[in-house]
């Protein structure tokens, strides 16, 4: 996937981590103009302008966007409730808008519809389970718009317990599955890995990694969050 445009440069701190835990990569510019110098060969994939720092400077980048030979789509405006009234016969200059403060499961929804209806990108390659997003391209995961901090073993375990929600599995098949035939640390590994997670995904959402007596753990049982 191309990376996405996005204005301005240096972007708002929520706007990048939006996107870097939907998996977007993106390149910021100032202008139009230092758009097109770090373009790359084979175009954007997209637009993110953010009004909300500087919203005659974004409202000239959608135009100069839509100017062009090509004009570029997807456009996604990011707008303060204030600015909504600005919007009005400027409509041709984007496709979508999200209001600030930022959602990121909405913003990545948005996104992901007009990649659907523009065919100029593909959503990345994501599990989703309420509130618990985990994206396959980047090892990230996010609970309710929250990066998690998970080791790389964390993030494996969690990633096939949630590829297989409601199927129990025993902990040496967890060990063969996760770790691999050649570990050798023992089924403890998987529960002190489990313990861990819980932790991290809090009391709320703890219980989506469940205990089958004498048998195993499985995935999908807690509670979604909003």
Request: hydrophobic share 40%; proline share 7%; net charge negative.
């Amino acid at each position: 996937m191309e990376p996405l445009l996005l204005f301005p440069d240096p972007p708002p701190p929520a706007l990048g981590q939006a996107l870097d835990l939907g998996g977007y990569p993106w390149k910021a510019a100032a202008s139009a103009q230092a758009a097109q110098r770090i373009e790359p060969d084979d175009g954007w994939s997209g637009a993110v302008v953010s009004a909300e720092v500087d919203p005659d400077g974004a409202f000239a980048l959608c135009r100069a966007l839509r100017k062009r030979d090509a004009p570029l789509e997807p456009v996604m405006l990011i707008v303060v409730a204030d600015q909504l009234a600005e919007l009005e016969l400027r409509e041709d200059l984007f496709d979508d808008f999200c209001l600030v403060p930022l959602r990121p499961r909405e913003l990545e929804a948005r996104l992901a519809h007009l990649f659907w209806l523009t065919g100029r990108g593909t959503r990345p390659e994501l599990v989703q389970h309420g509130a618990l997003v985990l994206n396959l391209e980047t090892y990230q995961a996010s609970l309710s718009g929250r990066p998690l901090d998970l080791t790389y073993m964390e993030y494996e375990l969690l990633k096939f317990l949630a590829t297989h929600p409601g199927k129990v599995f025993t902990r040496e098949t967890l060990l063969s599955r996760v770790w691999g035939y050649e570990y050798y640390g023992g089924a403890r590994t998987v529960d002190v890995h489990v313990r861990r997670l819980r932790a991290k995904l809090g009391e709320e959402h703890a219980a989506l990694i469940s205990t089958v007596r004498s048998v195993g753990y499985r995935f999908g049982q807690g509670r979604w969050g909003a």
